[in-house]
């Protein structure tokens, strides 16, 4: 078919390779405009931009969809569908309808439980064991569109949004490959959401991210490994100097249990409102992320030590 694929992330690169793999014609990808990247705060175009020019696909960055030239332009692709993977800006009817087919949306979640900006993060964070892929058409509404494909992924016990990012991500390039050829025959059957269950994972923001260790263990291991990478749950362990912030980017829950912020042994076993919490990898501000055991031997942590 013809499509235009719009989106912006490493999430959507996997889903825009798969595409041209089938060897649909992408007449035109859209991404957002480039962005300061890297210590030097250079100007680079996004993963999906840097896709398509290494394979010679027109590409167009436009601030606003909305833009009525921007529009114009889109309906006179003449397309098949347009396909969306974590494109960045709300798309009015006049571009979700231009396309003969339609526009459909890879999004990472069960859906309706999970719609919104950061479903991969809000999962892991909520304690789900079950999360997965969708593709859905694509309404006005906020992720609100009929379901054409499902696939289904477990949450493990150690699992990070970086980790459950990519899994993600490879099962959803399969999962739009397979729904674009059931579109194409005419076989795709599509099922509108529930009312009921109805979530919404808000973007996280960095002012949320730091870790009250009054809260129960549970929570702040999910915390933890939902906000790893970004933004990064953290807090702050006390040195001759000041305090040291710290990203904990790896824990896991354990039953033991102590006085709320205070570690329970010198291996970054931190007691917490409800059990413990045990840090398995960090990241001290400034440098790498290192496995706890390497980075307490450059920075001891005593049981004992009260962190903040």
Not at 86 to 95: H, N
Not at 195 to 222: C, E, F, N
Not at 264 to 270: F, I, K, S, T
Request: glycine share 8%; proline share 8%.
């Amino acid at each position: 078919m013809r499509l235009a694929f719009l989106g912006t992330p490493d999430f959507a690169v996997s889903a825009l390779a798969a595409i041209v793999a089938a060897g649909h014609e992408v007449a035109c990808v859209y991404s957002q405009p480039p962005a300061p990247r890297g210590r030097g705060h250079e100007l680079k175009p996004s993963p999906v931009h840097a896709f398509a020019d290494s394979h010679d696909i027109a590409v167009r960055t436009p601030v606003s969809m909305r833009d009525p030239a921007e529009i114009a332009a889109f309906a006179a692709l003449n397309l098949d569908a347009a396909v969306v993977v974590a494109f960045g800006q709300i798309l009015p009817a006049a571009i979700l309808d231009a396309p003969r087919l339609g526009s459909f949306n890879v999004h990472g979640s069960l859906l309706p439980r999970w719609r919104g900006a950061a479903p991969i993060q809000r999962a892991i964070m909520a304690g789900d064991k079950v999360t997965g892929v969708q593709v859905m058409r694509m309404t006005e509404g906020l992720d609100e569109g009929p379901v054409l494909a499902t696939a289904t992924l477990r949450i493990d016990a150690l699992e990070t949004a970086a980790t459950l990012h990519d899994r993600m991500a490879a099962a959803g390039a399969d999962l739009i490959v397979r729904t674009l050829a059931d579109i194409e025959a005419g076989r795709a059957v599509e099922t509108p959401q529930p009312d009921s269950g109805v979530t919404y994972a808000k973007k996280l923001r960095p002012q949320h991210a730091r870790l009250d260790w009054t809260k129960p263990g549970p929570g702040l291991d999910a915390k933890i490994r939902g906000m790893s990478p970004s933004p990064g749950a953290w807090f702050e362990i006390p040195t001759d100097k000041g305090p040291m912030r710290v990203k904990a980017l790896l824990s896991t829950f354990e039953d033991q249990t102590g006085t709320p912020a205070v570690t329970l042994d010198d291996r970054l076993l931190v007691a917490t409102g409800e059990g413990a919490v045990r840090l398995l990898r960090v990241q001290r501000e400034g440098r790498g992320p290192q496995d706890a055991e390497v980075f307490l031997r450059g920075t001891p942590v005593p049981s004992g030590t009260r962190l903040s």
